[in-house]
């Protein structure tokens, strides 16, 4: 018999550029030391404001906060969310509801691309699992983040760096959950205000990256970029990525960024094919304040997290800083597991279980 569930029908010292000068290395023996990775370090400003962002709040949990075998925060209004292009979600949905209402969970299933609908719910939970790939992780981390809900992904994708549980791990994984055997991993993300002249276009926040690039036209856009107030660099080309670390393995992967661990709160930039302008990647420090000026002749895009758009004019403007706003993971793997699926997903031929 079918549990009884809600269900919704709707489906930021110094600051520091780094360079890493070769790209193609063993993770897994990797020398982060600057002498043997020849790392070019160069300090960005003469003056260096008092870090602040390391500091605990009586709000905030530590980037990561282990508890003793099931002293975690307790976790009873848990919701999913399917997947409304996977069929087979919608009964894993129901089977994880079957097997945790009866460990005392309170269920509510709705569509991971029903925006308002988990919107209505969310500030109610405990705990939201997403089933599906990083996508659907990303949707829920941006609604799910202003309230502390905690995030968990049943991966049924193609990637799934974001994603904690395989789909045929569940049954074992997820009464641990409730038992409070995890812990907690928060993941900076940034905001992204655009401006065009003294209107504000709208206001966004993102775990992955926010971008700035061309539209529909194959041509350059320039990018006018400043760090905290102060000249960059110009950037010819097709865009530039402002990423976070856990955007380190997306875009700005595929852009030929570097991979960082996922829980630095580091602020990456990335130019998308330059041309004849600055072509290496830039670490910044989550305190800083990135402006970026679109000029072209064309229209430009900025998108966030590449699920949501804003078309930019000439002179429009894009300011990204770290968001109030952290998303909250529960792991139930070692953080040695995020090399371990690196791995697996950049060299598939080697992948072990």
Same mark, same amino acid.
């Given at each position: 018999?079918?549990?009884?569930?809600?269900q919704?029908?709707a489906?930021?010292?110094?600051r520091?550029?780094?360079?890493?000068?070769?790209?193609?290395?063993?993770?897994?023996?990797f020398d982060?030391?600057v002498?043997a990775?020849?790392?070019?370090?160069?300090?960005t400003?003469?003056?260096?404001r008092?870090?602040?962002?390391?500091?605990?709040?009586?709000?905030?949990?530590p980037?990561?906060?282990?508890?003793?075998?099931?002293h975690a925060?307790?976790?009873r209004?848990?919701?999913?969310?399917?997947?409304?292009?996977?069929?087979?979600?919608?009964k &894993?949905?129901?089977?994880?509801?079957?097997?945790?209402?009866?460990?005392g969970a309170?269920?509510?299933?709705?569509s991971?691309?029903?925006?308002?609908?988990?919107?209505?719910?969310?500030a109610?939970?405990?705990l939201?699992?997403?089933?599906?790939?990083?996508g659907?992780?990303?949707?829920?981390?941006?609604?799910?983040a202003?309230?502390?809900v905690l995030?968990?992904?049943?991966? &049924?994708?193609?990637?799934?760096?974001?994603?904690?549980?395989k789909?045929?791990?569940?049954q074992?994984?997820?009464?641990?959950v409730?038992?409070?055997?995890?812990?907690?991993?928060?993941r900076?993300?940034?905001?992204?205000?655009?401006?065009?002249?003294?209107?504000v276009?709208g206001?966004?926040?993102?775990?992955?990256?926010?971008?700035?690039?061309?539209?529909?036209?194959?041509?350059? !856009?320039?990018v006018h970029?400043?760090?905290?107030?102060d000249?960059?660099?110009?950037?010819?080309?097709?865009?530039?990525?402002v990423?976070?670390?856990?955007?380190?393995?997306a875009?700005? &992967?595929a852009a030929?960024?570097?991979?960082?661990?996922p829980?630095?709160?580091?602020? &990456?930039?990335?130019p998308?094919?330059?041309?004849?302008s600055?072509?290496?990647?830039? !670490?910044?420090?989550?305190?800083?304040?990135?402006e970026m000026r679109?000029v072209?002749?064309?229209?430009?895009l900025?998108?966030v997290?590449?699920?949501?758009?804003?078309m930019?004019?000439?002179?429009?403007?894009?300011t990204?800083?770290?968001?109030?706003h952290?998303a909250?993971?529960?792991?139930?793997?070692?953080p040695?597991?995020?090399?371990?699926t690196?791995m697996?997903r950049?060299?598939p031929?080697?992948?072990t279980?």
């Amino acid at each position: 018999m079918k549990p009884h569930v809600r269900q919704h029908a709707a489906d930021y010292t110094p600051r520091l550029l780094i360079r890493v000068v070769h790209s193609t290395f063993d993770i897994r023996n990797f020398d982060w030391t600057v002498t043997a990775n020849k790392a070019i370090i160069a300090s960005t400003l003469e003056k260096a404001r008092p870090a602040t962002v390391d500091k605990p709040s009586a709000t905030h949990t530590p980037p990561e906060q282990d508890f003793a075998a099931g002293h975690a925060p307790e976790l009873r209004r848990v919701g999913i969310l399917h997947h409304p292009r996977i069929i087979e979600s919608h009964k &894993l949905a129901e089977d994880i509801a079957a097997e945790l209402q009866p460990l005392g969970a309170q269920i509510w299933i709705g569509s991971g691309w029903d925006e308002d609908a988990i919107r209505a719910e969310v500030a109610q939970l405990d705990l939201l699992i997403t089933l599906g790939g990083d996508g659907s992780l990303l949707r829920a981390a941006r609604i799910s983040a202003p309230h502390g809900v905690l995030l968990l992904g049943v991966n &049924l994708g193609r990637v799934g760096f974001l994603t904690e549980v395989k789909r045929d791990e569940w049954q074992s994984s997820l009464p641990h959950v409730l038992a409070g055997r995890y812990r907690i991993e928060e993941r900076l993300m940034l905001r992204a205000e655009s401006r065009r002249g003294e209107d504000v276009l709208g206001v966004h926040d993102a775990l992955n990256d926010v971008v700035m690039g061309r539209g529909n036209l194959a041509r350059v !856009v320039r990018v006018h970029t400043h760090i905290d107030g102060d000249h960059l660099t110009q950037y010819v080309a097709d865009g530039l990525i402002v990423s976070t670390a856990t955007g380190s393995t997306a875009y700005a &992967l595929a852009a030929g960024g570097p991979i960082l661990p996922p829980t630095l709160k580091n602020i &990456l930039l990335i130019p998308i094919a330059p041309h004849l302008s600055m072509d290496r990647a830039v !670490v910044l420090d989550q305190g800083a304040t990135v402006e970026m000026r679109a000029v072209t002749d064309h229209r430009a895009l900025l998108t966030v997290d590449g699920q949501s758009e804003v078309m930019l004019m000439d002179g429009d403007r894009v300011t990204v800083r770290a968001s109030p706003h952290v998303a909250r993971f529960v792991r139930t793997h070692s953080p040695a597991h995020f090399y371990r699926t690196l791995m697996a997903r950049l060299r598939p031929s080697e992948r072990t279980e």
